[in-house]
């Protein structure tokens, strides 16, 4: 079965600072992965997705970027973060016979 | 475009109560239907899906039927316990986009 990895499981940065997350996925190959982030009480975003190895398509214009340098391996960054960052940062993908698997998340604090 | 959404929390229910969280969806195609639940501190865990009409999707005591003549996927739960207290996320899935719902709140209260 399938399985992300995500760390760290919490961060707190200065703002300006920059940042890297990051997921890796086992139990599958060539898989649709996802970054979403969840405000505080509030709903999923779509923020990025990527269908293979360097393929990135952006839902939301904002201060944040994604690569994908593996096949199995998707990582958020920014190059100075801001205030409006924080938030819980979901990785995602697809499962072999419909919906998502989930990582256990990244809860940012940008203070 | 496609959409969910579902009925806003909180909701607060006491062990034992039965539990149903509205799910209504609109969409151009045939979408998968799906619930996940989210326990405090955690990612999202798939809880059920239905992939087409009249499917009963279930799991954990917990059900789901897709009506189509409702564009409905209503959440139900017989008999909540306190380890049902998460936030759940109605969603649907058309082609490669998965759109989820605002999700809803529930505590259970022994």
């Known amino acids: 079965s399938q399985t992300i990895h995500q760390w760290p499981a919490t961060l707190v940065q200065p703002v300006g600072s920059p940042l890297s997350l990051e997921c890796t996925v086992e139990?599958?190959?060539?898989?649709?992965l996802y970054w979403y982030r969840q405000a505080a009480g509030r709903g999923l975003q779509l923020l990025f997705y990527?269908?293979?190895?360097?393929?990135i398509s952006s839902e939301v214009p904002q201060n944040l970027s994604a690569s994908r340098p593996q096949d199995r391996q998707f990582i958020l960054s920014s190059k100075k973060l801001l205030l409006s960052d924080s938030g819980f940062y979901l990785c995602?993908?697809?499962?072999?016979?419909?919906?998502?698997?989930f990582g256990s998340g990244t809860r940012l604090t940008v203070v | 475009g496609d959409s969910v959404t579902q009925m806003e929390g909180p909701v607060t229910l006491s062990e034992e109560a039965c539990l149903t969280i509205?799910?209504?969806?609109?969409?151009?195609?045939?979408?998968?239907l799906f619930w996940y639940v989210q326990y405090p501190g955690e990612g999202l865990q798939l809880l059920l899906k239905a992939t087409k009409a009249d499917d009963k999707g279930s799991n954990k005591g917990f059900e789901a039927t897709y009506r189509k003549e409702t564009t409905s996927f209503h959440l139900e739960k017989g008999s909540v316990q306190v380890s049902d207290s998460a936030v759940y996320f109605c969603a649907l899935s058309d082609a490669n986009d998965m759109r989820f719902g605002a999700g809803t709140r529930l505590t259970v209260k022994p």
């Open positions: 990527s269908v293979g190895i360097g393929q």
């Open positions: 509205n799910c209504t969806y609109t969409a151009t195609g045939y979408p998968s």
């Open positions: 995602a993908c697809d499962r072999p016979r419909g919906g998502y698997t």
């Open positions: 139990g599958t190959s060539n898989p649709n």
